[in-house]
């Protein structure tokens, strides 16, 4: 039936497949545009925006879209009483044997999903009126890249199957340099105020005419004005003219700034010559609305300057909301300041909204009042998080975060949030739950003792975080529970550039259930059950391994150990077999004591949220038990530093991650991603299982499963693989496919190793030098997007490409859906 089901879909699409079929007769579908410039063809983004029409979308280079369109019919009734006499027997067979209602809601069914159909964008028919307004687009374009000269004319080449394409030839003739310079500044303030600045201009004489220079340009000014106190200048201030009789290809502009601005005085307009204003008054309203507008203020206190009121209660301490005004009384206006102090009062996450607003004082036209809006937002809010759950670990789970927030806890304008979570999912040994709570303090502001506060500017937007947290977990690995505590600062450098430092960032791991770990890593059972029956043979002994008794496992790997002169003479494979699986099982049931200093720097230059080209660049360095590993002289019996007889993590880190982002044109965009991760211990420490590194996963490389791949060129059949070195790379092709679908092609390649330099891990999983490179792993493959603005499902499928730990053919052996690997995911997977 399924089989069935499939051949009548396939036989359905194929009939849709005519691309032309709703294009009328003597009418041609447009399939191409083509792009010439001075004869040689151009498919640059930046002219593909002039071109007002286009082609219908496609995917793998089929009009999909136009496909589902064509499965409707414009013929097909319209209302169900149409739909009744085109289809007499189904009507009247659902209306005998139920209702008239229903034969009514049968034949919308079929309506409804005709129009679902058309709805569909249909083909794309050439207009000759749009094709002619095109070239005048292009022709308007390369006028403003300086070419005034140049031609442009398109030809429709039409085709019997009614299809056709357009061809846009471009001559763009000799560019317009320019020649003389000159500024004309009619006012003596702003020829005070642009002589002082000692700025270059960015017009330069020789340089090719270019219109975004112009605007480049006017901004400059515009800005230089706005900050020297100069509040009403604005761009209808400045003008340009450009000498377009000469015939030698050279223009002489001629800028011209304005002195004055018109003002409407009763009824009439007067110039008013523009000069340096300063702040006189600043009033901060703290609980703003609007129902509450023209009401008298009951509550008013003044610091340095500034008045705080609210029609109830001044309810934040004027000391710290102080900090976020820039514009202070008494000195002249700044327009970067105004800015700043309006990003400054949103960071602070209490405002619903933020307005400044300017008024002149009557009689004083050097002087300006400034009055700062804040609608605060509740001061307690409640939040609800849940996902859903997917991987090779957990089959199906679900996880919910409940949430309460304490807005203004100390009238600093601190963020106090108390979170509870819980999760729930089944996995191969049975279900699981884990919860857990924590409790955080945002500081908009360096809390730090020695006057180490006053290090960072305030225009950086000083924060601090303290948090602590304890989750438990039950029946997920070990059993394991968490207490942490994270002492956080963090400052935005600029408005691209963020640094992080964490201080105290420390977490204790306990593992409750060791006992239950031969059940987790049944393979490591598995082979040590095989080392067992060789060294029974060797030594006529007998050997009996519980899976769910640890302990008798652990007393056999001791036995070996110690029977190191024997058995390992005989049987090294066996005997490195046994010391390898303790030594992961005394890494991985061993409680952690992991105290954190990190230093983070992030460089992003994406200026919105939809902007599709930027960079992402990402460097973190950390080190753990560097102070209390010099406090402590304590070890355990395996020789490992402790602290208060809890082994101490001590480790180098450092992850470096860099992103980059194309958009190509026609809504696609191309990303790559680049990210290099080694984490290195001293002073004999182990490095905790939960700060090692893996690969495979949907935000990975997405044609192994999470922790399958690596370390190097083993394929130990384990089930969960780590290192301490990683190398991944991605590229990834994204489109549109059909309205809220967005396809996907994606290379990703990478892998882990060992550097720790243990005399335990076997060759294959070392990184020895730059020939390990070829021990990168190399998965290809596609994905589906469902687009909702706010949130992105996505499903990709990765097929291994290149196997690396494969001994003849490495190469596509298993390109195939059998050995795929399907991944569900939420938003992008970088």
């Known amino acids: 039936m399924k089989k069935l089901s499939l051949f009548f879909l396939f036989i359905l699409i194929f009939a849709s497949c005519n691309s032309t079929k709703h294009v009328a007769e003597n009418k041609h579908m447009l399939t191409q545009n083509y792009i010439f410039v001075d004869s040689v063809r151009n498919k640059s983004s930046d002219i593909q925006r002039y071109i007002l029409q286009k082609p219908n979308p496609r995917f793998l280079d089929l009009p999909f879209a136009l496909y589902l369109h064509n499965i409707g019919s414009y013929d097909k009734p319209k209302t169900p009483s149409e739909w009744g006499e085109k289809n007499p027997k189904s009507y009247n067979f659902i209306k005998n044997i139920f209702s008239e209602k229903q034969s009514i809601g049968y ?92 700025t270059s201009s960015l017009l330069k004489s020789g ?123 008494n000195k002249i206006y700044k327009d970067t300041l105004r800015n700043l102090t309006r990003n400054h ?119 601090t975080l303290f948090s602590i947290g304890s989750s438990f977990q039950k029946n997920i690995g ?27 960032n420390t977490q204790y791991i306990q593992n409750l259930n060791i006992g239950n770990y031969f059940d987790i890593y049944s393979s490591e059972f598995s082979n040590l059950d095989d080392v067992a029956e060789v060294y029974d043979e060797v030594n006529n002994t007998t050997t009996n391994l519980d899976k769910s008794d640890a302990s008798t496992s652990v007393s056999f790997m001791n036995t070996v150990n110690s029977n190191k002169t024997n058995f390992q003479s005989t049987n090294p494979d066996e005997y490195n077999s046994a010391l390898n699986i303790l030594n992961r099982y005394n890494i991985v049931t061993s409680d952690f004591l992991i105290p954190t200093i990190a230093y983070s720097f992030t460089y992003n230059n994406q200026t919105k949220f939809n902007d599709n080209n930027f960079s992402f660049f990402k460097i973190r360095i950390s080190n753990s038990g560097n102070v209390l590993g010099f406090i402590s002289k304590e070890t355990n019996a395996n020789n490992k530093k402790t602290f208060a007889n809890i082994p101490l993590a001590q480790y180098f880190k450092t992850d470096i991650e860099y992103k980059k982002f194309w958009d190509v044109g026609l809504n696609s965009v191309f990303g790559f991603r680049t990210f290099l991760g080694a984490i290195i211990p001293y002073d004999n420490s182990d490095i905790p299982f939960t700060k090692s590194y893996f690969a495979g996963g949907s935000n990975d490389i997405r044609a192994w499963q ?17 290192g301490s070195l990683k190398l991944l790379t991605s590229a990834e092709y994204r489109f549109n496919v059909v309205s809220k679908l967005k396809g ?87």
Do not use: C
Not at 404 to 411: E, H, V
Not at 758 to 781: C, M, P, Q, R
């Open 345 to 463: 009062l949103k960071s602070l996450k209490n405002f619903k909204s933020t307005n400044i607003s300017f008024s002149a004082i009557p009689g004083k036209e050097n002087e300006l009042n400034m009055d700062v809006f804040l609608a605060p937002i509740e001061k307690y809010t409640l939040g609800l998080e849940t996902e859903i759950t997917h991987s090779n670990i957990r089959n199906l789970g679900s996880s919910a975060k409940f949430s309460i927030t304490n807005r203004n806890a100390f009238k600093g304008a601190e963020l106090l949030k108390l979170s509870f979570l819980g999760s729930y999912f089944t996995s191969n040994t049975g279900p699981g739950w884990e919860v857990g709570t924590d409790a955080s303090l945002e500081f908009p502001r360096f809390v730090a003792p020695f006057g180490l506060s006053k290090l960072v500017p305030k225009e950086m937007s000083p924060r």
């Open 744 to 830: 996907a092609l994606f290379i990703d390649a990478g892998n882990i190793w060992d550097i720790t330099g243990s005399s335990l891990v076997d060759e294959k999983s070392k990184f020895s030098n730059l020939s390990s490179l070829k021990d990168i792993a190399i998965g290809s493959g596609f994905g589906a997007r469902l687009d909702f603005s706010f949130l992105i499902l996505r499903f990709d499928i990765g097929f291994k490409t290149y196997e690396p730990y494969l001994t003849d053919n490495k190469w596509l052996k298993n390109y195939n859906f059998k050995n795929a690997v399907y991944n569900i995911g939420i938003n992008y997977p970088f």
């Open 207 to 329: 340089d090719q005419y270019n219109d975004r220079t112009f605007r480049n340009e006017a901004s400059r000014i515009l800005k230089l004005f706005r900050n020297s106190g100069i509040y009403h200048f604005n761009e209808s201030a400045l003008g340009f003219y450009v000498d377009s009789t000469r015939t030698d290809f050279k223009t002489n502009v001629d800028f011209l700034i304005s002195g004055s601005r018109l003002e409407e005085k009763d009824g009439n307009y007067v110039n008013k010559p523009f000069k340096v204003q300063k702040i006189t008054t600043v009033n901060v309203i703290t609980d703003y609305s609007f129902s509450k507008k023209g009401k008298t203020y009951k509550d008013t206190i003044t610091y340095k300057g500034i008045n705080f009121l609210a029609f109830n209660k001044v309810k934040y301490n004027p000391k710290y909301l102080s900090q976020s005004i820039f514009l202070k009384p």
């Open 107 to 198: 034949a919308n069914s079929f309506i409804s999903l005709n129009n679902w159909f058309l709805n569909y964008k249909g083909p794309e028919i050439i207009n000759p009126s749009k094709v002619k307004r095109t070239e005048d687009n292009l022709w308007a374009y390369y006028k403003t890249q300086g070419y005034f000269k140049s031609k442009v004319n398109s030809i429709i080449n039409r085709y019997n199957d009614k299809k056709a394409t357009v061809e846009y030839h471009i001559t763009k003739g000799k560019p317009t340099l320019l020649d003389t310079i000159k500024f004309k500044i009619e006012s003596k303030v702003l020829d005070s105020i642009y002589k002082k600045s000692a």
């Open 478 to 504: 070990l059993d394991r529970q968490t207490f942490t505590f994270l002492s956080d600062y963090k400052w935005q450098f600029n408005s691209k550039k963020t640094i992080q430092l964490e201080i105290f």
């Open 706 to 722: 999470t922790y399958e791949l690596g370390p190097g060129t083993r394929n130990t059949g384990l089930e969960f693989n780590v």
